[in-house]
């Protein structure tokens, strides 16, 4: 007995169609998944909102990113990075303390490595979405204040430039000219 299939009948046709729909839909967010996790976020949290601890915030962030980009310059994948990062956390703890203390702040800092939620943000042309990803934490004093997150590994968000600052930088634009040119 031969099966036959009416594929005229717009059942069938609707049918396939959600199906493949379907498919599409979770390859996609099982890719969305597993992209989450090719990035490590850095997470700086002031110890309050006021004016000072702000600033001083973004001293600590400084140091933090001048601290870190040599060290991950060159990392190529996710977990040499978060190695690298957590046999660097004394240091960048200790670095933290300095900063603080230099300027008059004696709460000290926390720093760890840990999963945390994140919202969707913007680092120049690459949008991350919402979700949950590992992350390098620095808590200065309580770390109730407004914090600071970018993307520590890989650099999407922080580059030295010229003259000490900081500038945007693209790993996906870099690897596309690499591999395919201007």
Same mark, same amino acid.
């Given at each position: 007995m031969k099966l036959k299939l009416k594929w005229k009948n717009p059942v069938y046709i609707v049918t396939a169609f959600f199906v493949i729909l379907l498919v599409?839909? $979770?390859? $996609?967010?099982? #890719?969305?998944?597993? %992209?989450k996790r090719e990035y490590l976020r850095l997470h700086m949290r002031?110890?309050?909102?006021? +004016?000072?601890? +702000?600033?001083?915030?973004?001293e *600590?962030?400084?140091?933090v990113i001048n601290y870190l980009t040599p060290l991950l310059d060159d990392v190529t994948d996710l977990d040499y990075a978060l190695k690298v990062v957590e046999e660097n956390t004394d240091a960048l703890e200790e670095l933290s303390?300095?900063?603080l %203390?230099?300027?008059?702040?004696?709460?000290g800092a926390t720093v760890r490595l840990?999963? %945390? %939620?994140?919202?969707?943000?913007?680092? @120049?042309?690459?949008? $991350?979405?919402? @979700?949950?990803?590992?992350? $390098?934490i620095i808590e200065l004093g309580? @770390?109730? @204040?407004?914090?600071?997150? #970018? *993307?520590?590994?890989?650099p999407l968000c922080f580059v030295s430039a010229p003259g000490g600052d900081f500038a945007y930088k693209s790993i996906i634009a870099e690897l596309w000219q690499k591999y395919f040119g201007k």
């Open positions: 599409v839909i $979770l390859v $996609l967010t099982a #890719c969305a998944q597993s %992209e002031a110890n309050s909102n006021s +004016q000072a601890d +702000q600033d001083v915030k973004y *600590v962030r400084d140091a303390r300095r900063v %203390e230099k300027n008059g702040f004696f709460y840990a999963r %945390e %939620e994140f919202p969707a943000r913007t680092y @120049g042309s690459i949008t $991350l979405p919402d @979700g949950v990803y590992d992350a $390098l309580s @770390g109730k @204040g407004d914090n600071w997150w #970018c *993307v520590a590994f890989p």
